[in-house]
């Protein structure tokens, strides 16, 4: 059964930074994170690969982060520089049967999953 379960949303500052982790039950070939704004259709944000690969939305792009700890079987989500539009619900997940990975992966495939979420709120 896949597990994940993310930690370490909160609120901060425009310019401000947070760090969100994921604790997961397993490996799979493509993880990310997704995001979902009242209102707003879920929109992909970063993936990482089996190879270590890393995707990336554009709205994000050179100040997110996203890295894995093989070792502990978790995936993390640096984010820096944030903004008011970051705010949202914050959303780990799998696709562990897509034979690709991309950003928006873990929000389109077939067969995927996602944890609780957590939310980000980024104040101006």
């Not at 799979?28 to 259709?41: D, H, L, N, S, Y």
């Not at 619900?89 to 950003?103: D, F």
Request: hydrophobic residues 35%; proline residues 2%.
């Amino acid at each position: 059964q896949v597990q994940l379960v993310e930690s370490g949303g909160g609120s901060v500052q425009a310019g401000g930074s947070l760090r969100l982790s994921c604790a997961v039950s397993g490996f799979f070939r493509c993880m990310g994170w997704f995001r979902q704004a009242p209102g707003k259709e879920r929109e992909g944000v970063a993936a990482i690969d089996l190879s270590g690969r890393t995707y990336y939305a554009d709205s994000v792009w050179g100040r997110f982060t996203i890295s894995n700890d093989n070792a502990k079987k978790d995936l993390y989500l640096q984010m820096d520089r944030l903004i008011p539009e970051d705010t949202a619900m914050y959303y780990c997940a799998a696709a562990p049967l897509s034979l690709r990975c991309g950003k928006d992966t873990v929000v389109i495939a077939t067969t995927r999953y996602w944890g609780q979420g957590t939310q980000v709120t980024v104040s101006s």
